[in-house]
């Protein structure tokens, strides 16, 4: 049998027959279907095609289509729903205009080439047909612009088209006698709820009315941008918006709304990420690397320089993978390529690496507030340099015979091959807590009274808080970098006992002579 593709009536507008027999090849009619269309034709998707849309999605891709021809905004775009009996009826329409044949076959589409297009596969709109015919129940599917007016149904396949008999998707066509302006889709269900997706889906693109876009922090036409989403006065609740990707929303790392710690975040132009075509789940890497740095990047060093403070609320308190943070440290480090220094108020502090965490702290119970350090990079005091300005009160100012031995511990360790640390010198009468020295992140802190004692138990001493780096006292890492300093300490002095016979030598010569010391009586 030959397949019956195709029937049509005799009545229709001259140049709607022409881009017809354009359409589709000429096949014998089928008399038994769409009487009430010009044409009739089956597009080859059977009611097995393995796709499976939420409502949602469904009303998002019916939106996106609108969104794409109406230079990216939903501002202009009627969403209308009436209730006809046990019926609503949803009609969406704006000014654009379009052929037919685009919604008749897949991967009819204008915006393949569009950079600014979320869509451009092709397939959306027989999908959309499908799922809300198939999975939903609707009686209605229905496209109209010009002089035309096009229905998606669900009816028998013609026989002899597959291997066993199966619903599948038709396009029923026919022309109108006066021409419309625009396009309207229009959809038929008896379920409010149905009805109701569609006019929820308006906020998941762009439009002046959608207060994900308002009062922006940065918007960078062409680009994107993104407005803050400061925490609620006394809540710990971290605040969540959302990701537009060239306008529409998309899932940020799973499929919820409201997931962006932080900021609503958006771009422009789709040459940001990859096409998707079920616009799925954007990844977190793909925002921190792709997404953040297109924006930044286009920032002016004004703009970048007012975020910092506006954005002042997280500078502490929040976890390093959030979007908020990464979009300040990005902000920062910008900066910072460009030798700028902001101004910071005193009781901000930026962190150092191996901070270690009772001098971090200290600095919180005085009220100082730790902040990422980065922020370092652009002018922020850092806490180690604000903890050892503070402990300035505890360091004694030295002799010359005390620096000359401090200079001789600095060069006895040169060949154990560790870390010189500086030593700052205490004086235990004024400072109690601490017995022959202490460890700290930048210095070494050592007692004057380890200072007068002989040149190898000073040495021992100062090794000994060098490898607190590693640990506490009773840690096992320090215990095993205090045996690794004592093996080096042992090679160092059989190799090069001459060294450090003359550094012993030097460093008694520093010392005070004993109190009853003195010229021998003559005889």
């Not at 799925?280 to 793909?286: L, S």
Request: charged residues 30%; proline residues 4%.
């Amino acid at each position: 049998m030959v397949p019956n593709w195709f029937i049509r009536k005799k009545d229709k507008p001259a140049d709607l027959e022409a881009r017809l027999e354009d359409a589709s090849p000429a096949n014998p009619q089928r008399a038994t279907l769409a009487e009430n269309f010009d044409s009739f034709r089956y597009l080859g998707i059977l009611d097995t095609y393995g796709v499976d849309w939420s409502l949602e999605k469904a009303a998002r891709d019916t939106l996106q289509n609108f969104f794409d021809g109406n230079n990216r905004t939903l501002d202009g775009v009627d969403v209308i729903v009436n209730q006809e009996g046990e019926d609503y009826t949803i009609r969406i329409s704006n000014h654009a205009e379009y052929d037919f044949r685009r919604l008749m076959h897949l991967g009819g589409t204008t915006k393949s080439d569009d950079p600014f297009a979320a869509g451009g596969f092709g397939e959306g709109t027989k999908i959309l047909a499908l799922a809300l015919l198939r999975d939903y129940g609707f009686s209605q599917v229905k496209f109209g612009s010009r002089n035309w007016e096009l229905d998606f149904v669900m009816d028998d396949v013609p026989k002899g088209e597959y291997v066993e008999q199966r619903k599948g998707l038709f396009a029923g066509l026919k022309g109108t006698e006066k021409r419309k302006a625009g396009n309207f889709i229009e959809f038929r269900t008896k379920k409010p709820e149905h009805a109701q997706a569609f006019v929820d889906a308006q906020e998941l693109f762009y439009s002046s009315d959608n207060p994900d876009f308002q009062n922006p922090s940065l918007d960078i036409p062409g680009v994107g941008g993104f407005k803050y989403l400061p925490r609620e006065e006394g809540s710990r609740n971290t605040p969540k918006g959302n990701f537009y990707h060239v306008g529409q929303r998309r899932h940020f790392d799973k499929e919820e709304w409201n997931t962006v710690e932080h900021v609503n975040i958006w771009t422009y132009v789709n040459d940001v990420l990859k096409k998707d075509r079920d616009r799925g789940v954007v990844t977190r890497r793909e925002i921190e690397e792709k997404v953040i740095p297109k924006i930044l990047d286009a920032g002016s060093r004004e703009d970048l320089s007012r975020l910092v403070y506006d954005m002042r609320p997280l500078w502490s308190g929040v976890w390093s993978f959030e979007v908020g943070y990464k979009l300040l440290e990005g902000i920062a480090k910008r900066l910072a390529k460009q030798d700028v220094k902001l101004e910071f108020d005193d009781k901000y502090l930026a962190s150092t690496a191996f901070m270690p965490s009772n001098i971090a702290d200290s600095l919180k119970q005085q009220g100082f507030v730790i902040c990422p350090g980065f922020l370092g990079e652009i002018g922020m005091k850092s806490a180690l340099e604000k903890f050892r300005d503070m402990q300035q009160h505890y360091r004694v100012e030295t002799t010359p015979d005390e620096e000359a031995r401090i200079s001789i511990l600095y060069e006895a360790i040169t060949p154990f091959q560790r870390d010189r640390k500086d030593v700052w010198v205490f004086d235990r009468e004024r400072e109690n807590s601490i017995i022959q020295g202490q460890y700290d992140e930048a210095f070494v802190w050592l007692s004057r009274e380890t200072l007068g004692k002989a040149f190898h138990e000073a040495l021992a001493t100062y090794l000994h808080e060098v490898d607190h780096k590693n640990g506490s006292d009773s840690s096992a890492e320090f215990s095993y970098a205090l045996t690794d300093t004592l093996g080096k300490v042992i090679s160092g002095i059989t190799t090069q006992p001459e060294l450090y016979q003359r550094l012993e030598k030097r460093w008694n010569q520093t010392l005070p002579k004993p109190k009853d010391a003195g010229t021998p009586p003559s005889k």
